[in-house]
């Protein structure tokens, strides 16, 4: 997918140079060293933030995403947030949430986006807790390289 995107900007952009994608899980379990002992690390929802290490931090379909840089803190066993996190279960947001204000948030964004239905409303915005937010409770678990604002969202 990510290739097939790549060819779609460099057709149009023409002279367009690509970093070296990332990609990270944000569910799993590995085996690591912490304080001075061999243990089984089980990340649901919090992805590796190991000193130097490159990740992504995404937030919603509105809202910005971020690069950053692992800092390495012992304390939360070398991870940090995966993403936004959600505010509420995708059954609660397509309950509650209002279609056509979701619609509204992202057109008035210029953002490019799918919500066809009520039922896309499961990853809107307004389900998620505010990037922001996160990023700041997190400051002592990575460093901010870039931050990214969403020109669009195809959910598949």
């Known amino acids: 997918m990510v290739e097939n995107i790549q060819q779609v ?17 944000h569910n799993y379990a590995a085996w690591e060293k912490h304080f001075d002992t061999k243990v089984i690390v089980h990340r649901k929802g919090a992805t590796s933030a190991k000193e130097g290490e490159t990740g992504i931090i995404p937030g919603s ?3 910005k ?7 390495g803190n012992p304390e939360s066993f070398m991870s940090c947030s995966h993403g936004a996190g959600r505010m509420m279960s995708r059954t609660a947001a397509t309950r509650t949430l209002n ?3 979701e619609i509204r948030k992202l057109n008035q964004l210029g953002i490019i986006h799918s919500i066809r ?21 997190q400051h002592d678990l990575v460093r901010i390289k870039t931050e990214l604002s969403p020109l669009a969202v195809i959910k598949g």
């Open 99 to 101: 279609f056509d204000e």
């Open 9 to 25: 900007v460099s057709a149009t952009l023409r002279e367009v140079v690509y970093e070296p994608v990332i990609n990270i899980a």
């Open 65 to 71: 995403s971020y690069i950053v840089e692992g800092l």
């Open 117 to 137: 239905k009520k039922s896309d409303l499961e990853e809107a915005s307004s389900a998620y807790k505010d990037i922001t937010q996160v990023m700041s409770f």
């Open 61 to 63: 379909q509105g809202t």
